[in-house]
């Protein structure tokens, strides 16, 4: 059974940090790129950071770059997203989701709440 499973979301305030984890279960994590999407209230779901299979290539949203870092181990079948100087507009849901085609696995997605 095919799981992605995140966590480490919560409230924090303006300029604070969280690390989000992914945890995979159910398919050949190494194979299947990785990415975090998050969805605020109202808004359509956007890519916020994409990670490679092997983990040399990295992309960004405009948005978080400087202040996301996206990593991965696939020994752990997990990927990450270091969030830094988190901002009121960093409020969303985040959502990890694998792609190796033709399949695509989403996550039930995580709270990040970011208020004084």
């Known amino acids: 059974q095919v799981q992605l499973v995140e966590s480490g979301g919560g409230l924090v305030q303006p300029g604070g940090s969280l690390r989000l984890s992914c945890a995979a279960s159910?398919?050949?994590?190494?194979?299947?790129?990785m990415s975090w999407y998050r969805q605020a209230p109202g808004k359509e779901r956007e890519l916020v950071a994409g990670i490679s299979s092997a983990g040399g290539t990295t992309n960004y949203a405009d948005s978080v770059k400087g202040r996301f870092t996206i990593s991965r181990d696939n020994a752990k079948k997990t990927v990450y997203l270091q969030m830094n100087s988190l901002k009121p507009e960093d409020t969303a849901v985040y959502y990890c989701k694998a792609v190796a085609h033709p399949n695509i696995y989403w996550g039930q997605g995580t709270q990040v709440t970011v208020s004084s």
């Open positions: 159910g398919f050949t994590f190494s194979s299947y790129v």
